[in-house]
C-alpha cells in the first residue's frame, strides 16, 4: 500500500506539434503583419496530446475549457479596437492541423487573429507518515496520508492568420497543494485539476494584459523603416472627439492665466 | 429682449453630456451612426453628447465647460445658437471626409469651435493679453496636427481619434466668431468678464 516514489499524471498539448506538425524546426515567415482594426479574434484550446502516468486522468472537459476561454474573451471584449472575439471549440481543430486549418477558420468564423491555447498539467500524489494508518483500512478513510501536487501550465500565444505571424504571447502558471485520505485522493485530484486551470486562467489573463500593453507600446514606437506591424481601420471603425489630457490642460492652464491678467490689468 | 449672462446653454449641454453615461447602453441608442443618422437625424446632435469613458468624458467637459461658459457670457445669443447647428455641421463633416468612420462620439469637437471662437474674439480686444490668446489658438492647431501626423498609427486603447472632427469644429468656430463680429459694431464693447 506504501510507496516511496510519487505517482504522476501529465496531460499536456502543444502549440508547436499542432502548428507545425513533422517539422523539427519552425518555419518564420518573414513580413509585417497588417492588423486591419477593429479585429476580429479567435480563441481556442490547441486539441490535447493523451494523458501519461498512472493516476486517474483528471482532465478538463470541453464544457470547462469553453467556460475559461470565455472568461479570457470576457476580460478583452470591452476594447474598442476588438469588434470580436469568438470562443472556438476544439472540435474545429484538427491535431497537427497547422495553418491550413486556422486559414479554415478563417473562412468559417471571420477572424484575423487567433489566441492559441495550450496547456501542461503535472499531479503527482505521494503518501506521508500518516498514510501508515492506512493499514488498519479505516485509516485510509480518516488519515490524510497523501500529499498531492498539481503543477499548471497555461501558453497563449496570439497569431495573426494572413501573415502567420506571432504577433505575442504570454503565460499562465499556477500551483496547487492539498492533502488527501486515500480514498479521496481521485476525487482531490479532479477538484485540483479545475481548480489549477482556474488560478492559471487568472494568471495568464493578467499576463495577456500587460503583453497586449507591451505590444501597443512596440507598434506605436517602432522605427518606421522596421515597423511591428501596419495598421489599418475596416469602415466602420468607431472614432471620436477627445480633448485628451495634455490639450485639456493646457486650454485650461492659459484661459487660467487669461483671467488673472485681465483681472491684475483691471 | 434681454439676453440673460448666466451660460445655461453651456451648463444644460454639459449636464446632458454627463447624464448620457447614467444608463447602462444608452450610449447605443445615442451615438452618431452612419448606418442609421439619416433615419435617426436626432443623432447629429446626441452623438456628441456620448462618451466612451469617463476620462474621454472629463477632459472633454472642462475644456467645453470652461470655453463655452466664458463665451456664452460674452456672446450669449450667438453660443446658444452655435451649440444647435454647429453639432450636425460637424457630424456630417466628419462622415463626409473620413468614409472609415462608422460610429462617432464626443463633445470635443464642438469644444475645439467653442476655444477657437473664444481666442479669436478676445484676440481683437485691446484690454486682453494677446500673447495668451495667440497661444491658445497654437495648442489646438499643435493638436490638431499631433492627431493627424500619429492617430491612424497607434493601436489606440479607447478608439481612435477623429482629426477631422477637431478640423471641423475649429471651422464651425471661425464661422462663429464671424457671427460674433458681425453682431457686435466694436467688439470692445463686450462685457468684461472675471
Known sequence: MLRDSPRRSERSSSVVDFLYPGQTEPVVTPGVPVLRLPLRVGVAFVPAAASRGVLPSGGISEQQKSLLLGRVANEFKGRQFIQSIEVIPSTYLRPGGGFGNLDQLRGLLSVDIVVLVSFDQVQFTQE?????????????YLFKGNRND??????????????????????????????????????????????????????????????????????????????????????????????????????????GLALFWRRRAA | MKISPVPW????????????????????????????????????????LVHVSSGHLGWNIAVFGAA?????????????????????????????????????????????????????????????????????????????LYETMSGSAVLTEGFRPVPTAHIAGGIAGCILFGFIARRRRSLADLPPVG
Do not use: C
Open chain 1, 150 to 255: 498539481t503543477h499548471t501550465l497555461l501558453e497563449a500565444v496570439v497569431y495573426d492568420i494572413p501573415s502567420r505571424r506571432l504577433l505575442f504571447r504570454a503565460p499562465g502558471v499556477s500551483e496547487v497543494r492539498d492533502t488527501s485520505t486515500m480514498v479521496e485522493v481521485r476525487e482531490r485530484l479532479r477538484a485540483a485539476s479545475l481548480s489549477g486551470f482556474g488560478l492559471a486562467t487568472d494568471d495568464l489573463i493578467r499576463n495577456l494584459t500587460s503583453e497586449l500593453t507591451a505590444f501597443q507600446e512596440k507598434v506605436k514606437n517602432a522605427a518606421a523603416d522596421s515597423p511591428v506591424a501596419r495598421i489599418e481601420r475596416r469602415p466602420g471603425y468607431s472614432g471620436g472627439g477627445a480633448a485628451g489630457s495634455w490639450f485639456a490642460g493646457g486650454v485650461l492652464a492659459l484661459l
Open chain 2, 9 to 48: 446653454a453651456t451648463l444644460l449641454v454639459a449636464l446632458a453630456a454627463v447624464l448620457s453615461r447614467a444608463g447602462p447602453g444608452w450610449e447605443d441608442g445615442l451615438v452618431l451612426e452612419r448606418a442609421v443618422a439619416s433615419a435617426q437625424g436626432w443623432r447629429f446632435w446626441t452623438g456628441h
Open chain 1, 128 to 140: 506521508n507518515k500518516l498514510s501508515l494508518a492506512y493499514w488498519t483500512v479505516v485509516g485510509a
Open chain 2, 68 to 144: 463655452g461658459g466664458w463665451l456664452e457670457m460674452l456672446a450669449p445669443r450667438a453660443v446658444r445658437l452655435y451649440l444647435l447647428w454647429a453639432p450636425p455641421v460637424i457630424g456630417a463633416a466628419i462622415f463626409a471626409v473620413d468614409q472609415e468612420i462608422g460610429r462617432y462620439a464626443g463633445l470635443s469637437g464642438i469644444a475645439a469651435g467653442l476655444v477657437v471662437a473664444l481666442a479669436l474674439t478676445q484676440l481683437t480686444r485691446r484690454e486682453e493679453s494677446r500673447p495668451l490668446w495667440a497661444a491658445v489658438l497654437g495648442l489646438v492647431a499643435v493638436k490638431i
